[in-house]
């Protein structure tokens, strides 16, 4: 999916589900190393460690003042300032093509995350599926936030200066909890 066009939103699979598409800057191993090592992903989404294998842990260390010089709104301070950390269970552990785990932590039910790697030409095409979003807030906000984080990623793995991030988060979840209303 081209960055820019409607295509760049994720599309509600199902009552609790969304799913991205991106086409990346390959190759597969890099794209791979920043979704998995803590370094790389705190780059463009959060740090923490994860254990190699099914069945292991996910750290998912969320501080977005590593991400982005924007101000945060008030209701965010204290995660961009300080820090929040949330984690899960590695479900699946394929390198380098399938990622999933589940995700644990700010006082929501557990949710799913599942991330898809596959060749394409000289890119890579990410398909990344969140699931089990309890309440259409959640929805919102989570749709808004991965697309974001997968805009700061394509920023990454072509070496360009970081988008903006809390410059664009409240419009994105207004226009994810507006897109939801109109698929009902």
């Avoid at 920043?34 to 501080?63: S, V």
């Avoid at 965010?76 to 999933?100: F, I, Q, Y």
Wanted: proline letters at 5%.
């Amino acid at each position: 999916m081209q960055a820019g066009t409607s295509n760049e939103y994720g599309a509600v699979l199902e009552s609790g589900a969304v799913r991205f598409e991106r086409l990346l800057s390959g190759p597969i191993e890099r794209v791979w190393a920043y979704l998995t090592e803590a370094d790389k992903r705190a780059t463009w989404f959060c740090g923490g460690e994860t254990e190699p294998h099914a069945g292991g842990q996910i750290a998912l260390y969320f501080k977005h003042s590593q991400i982005t010089d924007e101000p945060p709104p008030e209701s965010h301070r204290k995660m961009n300032d300080e820090g929040a950390l949330m984690g899960g269970t590695v479900t699946v552990w394929e390198p380098p093509h399938r990622l999933s785990f589940t995700w644990q932590g700010m006082g929501d039910p557990d949710s799913d995350v599942e991330i898809e790697l596959t060749p394409a030409g000289d890119k890579v095409r990410l398909v990344l599926t969140h699931r089990r979003l309890a309440t259409k807030s959640r929805m919102a906000n989570v749709s808004s936030g991965w697309h974001l984080h997968l805009g700061l990623l394509e920023d990454q793995l072509l070496g360009q200066k970081p988008r903006g991030f809390w410059s664009r988060h409240e419009r994105l979840m207004a226009e994810y909890a507006e897109r939801q209303h109109e698929a009902e």
